[in-house]
């Protein structure tokens, strides 16, 4: 697997927090076929379980799509840290509406975590995959 940095990987204890929008603040007209907050709910409980088993410490931090409140909740999950690594996932990312929360998202952590390693995935079903990237494992 390629290494997305050349510095050597954290190691396993780092912590790490997981961003990603909550499935009741999405507009599921602009989905895929078949994806209901329910099954989104499920992909992510999945996903987070994934990363239970593999002994990772993550804290998962669903947010809501406006970046002030998105800010809000993820200042309130820092106070869990320190973290060494954040994941920030596709629903945030990649929809060109969330550019702005995305910025926030970044900056916000940027901030808050001096030195904060960031890594991102495009599904609930890659972030164990991601996560191993980064950490020693």
């Excluded at 947010?63 to 996932?89: C, K, Q, W, Y």
């Excluded at 910025?103 to 191993?132: H, M, W, Y």
Aim: aromatic share 4%.
């Amino acid at each position: 697997m390629a290494q997305p940095t050349t510095s050597p990987p954290l190691p396993r204890d780092t912590k790490v927090l997981t961003i990603g929008l909550h499935p009741r603040g999405l507009d599921y007209s602009q989905m895929p076929e078949g994806l209901d907050e329910a099954v989104l709910t499920a992909r992510i409980e999945a996903g987070n379980a994934a990363v239970r088993e593999a002994g990772l410490d993550a804290v998962p931090c669903l947010v809501d799509s406006s970046p002030a409140r998105a800010e809000a909740t993820i200042r309130e999950h820092l106070g869990e840290g320190p973290f060494g690594l954040a994941l920030i996932g596709g629903g945030v990312r990649m929809m060109p509406g969330h550019t702005l929360l995305f910025e926030r998202i970044v900056n916000v952590l940027i901030e808050a975590q001096p030195g904060i390693r960031l890594c991102f995935n495009t599904s609930p079903e890659e972030t164990i995959d991601v996560l191993k990237r980064w950490i020693q494992v």
